[in-house]
């Protein structure tokens, strides 16, 4: 279930409208000797949510645009309650003209090897005398890591090539390690409170349970996962668990049910909690009650 390679968070361009403000790259950020400075964290006390962003900082290119690249992900709370799996990729064009409209796929050479990346989401806004191109993408933690911890990185996307300086690649490191940072001894903010589990009639199971947040911040996004092994400890049967809501606030609980095709020779079951396209969300038990 872990995300493996890039991911691309679709395939249409936006043709006239700037993207979302999630995706939209902030000022650009000038090089600076301490790459850590490069990254910002912003707290919005109105969502309950941290931004943290990397850049946009200034790449030498071959194309005219100045083009900047940087990277984003965002987690519940103040404090990073559990790993993010997903950051999003964004690079920068301004110009006087379009120069990437119909050609915003990127290529990679990473120490010198091909890298299947792909097209980029993409979107514009106009802002006199300037066009600005905004591309983006959604890739992995593992992706990421591939960047920053290479010795080369060239980078090509339509006419414009560039690499990446050691600056950008120890900033690359550095969010990198922000996506895992969970501070020693915080909680996890998860608490299965029921589980249970049931053959039926062929090779079904039903599974069923509820799960509260025991944490002070809201959590977006859940998705509880059924796991089946055999006697042997063997993985045989997984399923995504259907939720009554997938938002929970402090102390509020949901139900989450599957029924699917296992195997005749599953023996228990159980459950964990993620996050839409991101990592594994800790949890304890209570079963007790």
């Given at each position: 279930?872990?995300?493996?390679?890039?991911?691309?968070?679709?395939?249409?361009?936006?043709?006239?409208?700037?993207?979302?403000?999630?995706?939209?790259?902030?000022?650009?950020?000038?090089?600076?000797?301490?790459?850590?400075?490069?990254?910002?964290?912003?707290?919005?006390?109105?969502?309950?949510?941290?931004?943290?962003?990397?850049?946009?900082?200034?790449?030498?290119?071959?194309?005219?645009?100045?083009?900047?690249?940087?990277?984003?992900?965002?987690?519940?709370?103040?404090?990073?309650?559990?790993?993010?799996?997903s950051i999003l990729l964004f690079i920068v064009a301004?110009?006087?003209?379009?120069?990437f409209k119909d050609n915003y796929e990127l290529f990679t050479l990473i120490d010198g090897k091909r890298e299947p990346f792909g097209k980029m989401d993409?979107?514009?806004?106009?802002?006199?005398?300037?066009?600005?191109?905004?591309?983006?993408?959604?890739i992995s933690r593992d992706t990421l890591l591939k960047l920053a911890n290479a010795k080369t990185v060239e980078m090509k996307i339509g006419s414009a090539e560039f690499h990446l300086e050691n600056y950008h690649l120890v900033a690359l490191r550095d969010i990198a390690n922000r996506m895992t940072a969970v501070p020693v001894g915080v909680p996890a903010p998860l608490e299965l409170t029921a589980f249970a589990f049931q053959k039926r009639g062929g090779d079904y199971v039903q599974a069923s349970g509820d799960v509260k947040n025991v944490s002070s911040t809201v959590i977006r996004s859940i998705t509880a996962i059924i796991k089946c092994q055999s006697a042997e400890g063997a993985v045989i049967a997984e399923s995504e668990a259907i939720a009554d809501r997938s938002d929970l606030n402090p102390q509020e609980s949901t139900n989450f049910t599957a029924t699917f095709l296992g195997d005749r020779n599953i023996k228990t079951c159980d459950v964990y909690f993620k996050k839409f396209l991101s990592g594994v969300i800790p949890h304890t038990k209570n079963l007790n009650h």
């Open positions: 279930m872990a995300l493996i390679g890039t991911i691309a968070l679709g395939q249409t361009p936006s043709r006239t409208r700037s993207p979302s403000k999630s995706q939209s790259a902030p000022p650009s950020r000038a090089p600076v000797e301490t790459p850590r400075e490069l990254i910002e964290a912003k707290y919005d006390r109105f969502k309950d949510r941290t931004n943290i962003v990397l850049g946009p900082v200034p790449v030498k290119s071959t194309n005219p645009s100045r083009l900047e690249i940087g990277a984003t992900f965002a987690h519940d709370g103040k404090v990073l309650l559990y790993p993010e799996d301004t110009s006087k003209n379009f120069e993409y979107a514009y806004d106009v802002e006199p005398p300037s066009i600005v191109e905004r591309m983006t993408m959604l």
